[in-house]
């Protein structure tokens, strides 16, 4: 779900709540009369939230808005001006927090336009995350990370060594990194790549993880991840070229043993002997040439 439907959904929740509560009767109908006691209704709990939940939403909001938070500042000043309509100050607050997100917004536009110009790449992407963060549905920035990520894998393929240097450095880099402690991967980027498989992207979303798991394969929600655009290019596929799904399916599952989806798709496409005895997901191999699908997620 995108970080607006959330919004969305989140504000609609708390406006349900605010809403709930026992209607009053009509003005025309009678009185009835007081039932017994013992068949009188149990007095109805109140309602969640009150004056400490109040509080402690518009002490996130404020520190989200001190930290530069403010896609998620702007959520919680939405959720106060839900809970209390009447309050001069957290309307004051939302229009606020949304003129300084729209400024925000323009900012890294601009700057991740200027870091394009120069070619620094890793800079323009971080700005137009940041924009899309405050705007998620917006097309030019969605537009300028996919463009960024084409140039980062034709720059990765320019000058590519030898088969044989690649497995030698294979080897070696494989030694190394069983040895090594995990080094965490930029979740900014893990995010970039939900983002473009999210957007249809797919072959981008990969080329960018195995450019990240080529540093460590050891990180489980990125070999995860991967896999699943395995199988969603696969599933893309499906329709118009059966022999590349069943490969995409078969590189996802390779990855991810225990991705059922993949599993299920290739005992449709194989027969019921396919999906038995998957290549278990712990072998610490880097990515081979060619973007082949090797296991990872292993510790």
């Not at 040895?179 to 498989?197: F, K, Q």
């Amino acid at each position: 779900m995108s970080f607006a439907n959330a919004r969305l959904a989140a504000v609609a929740a708390v406006a349900a709540l605010a809403a709930c509560g026992t209607p009053l009767p009509p003005a025309s109908s009678p009185a009835p009369a007081p039932a017994p006691e013992a068949l009188r209704p149990a007095a109805r709990p109140p309602a969640p939230g009150g004056a400490a939940y109040e509080q402690r939403v518009r002490e996130r909001a404020l520190g989200q808005g001190r930290q530069g938070r403010l896609a998620e500042a702007m959520l919680s000043w939405e959720i106060l001006t839900v809970l209390r309509p009447e309050s001069a100050e957290y309307r004051d607050r939302l229009a606020e927090t949304r003129r300084l997100a729209d400024a925000t917004f323009a900012d890294r536009l601009e700057r991740g336009a200027q870091a394009l110009r120069r070619h620094d790449l890793d800079a323009a992407a971080a700005h137009y995350l940041t924009a899309l963060s405050l705007q998620p549905d917006h097309a030019g920035a969605a537009d300028a990370l996919r463009g960024i990520e084409r140039e980062r894998n034709r720059r990765m393929h320019l000058g590519k060594p030898s088969r044989l240097t690649l497995t030698r450095r294979a080897a070696t880099e494989a030694q190394m990194n069983a040895l090594a402690p995990a080094v965490p991967l930029d979740r900014n980027e893990i995010e970039h790549a939900a983002l473009l498989g999210t957007q249809g992207e797919h072959d981008e979303a990969i080329a960018l993880l195995e450019r990240l798991l080529a540093k460590d394969r050891r990180d489980a929600s990125a070999c995860r991840l991967l896999a699943e655009m395995y199988v969603q290019k696969g599933e893309k596929q499906l329709a118009r070229d059966r022999v590349a799904a069943q490969l995409a399916f078969e590189k996802g599952l390779r990855i991810d043993a225990g991705n059922l989806q993949a599993a299920a798709r290739l005992r449709q496409l194989k027969g019921p002997a396919a999906g038995r005895g998957a290549p278990p997901a712990t072998t610490l191999l880097p990515i081979a040439a060619g973007g082949a699908a090797e296991p990872c997620g292993g510790r």
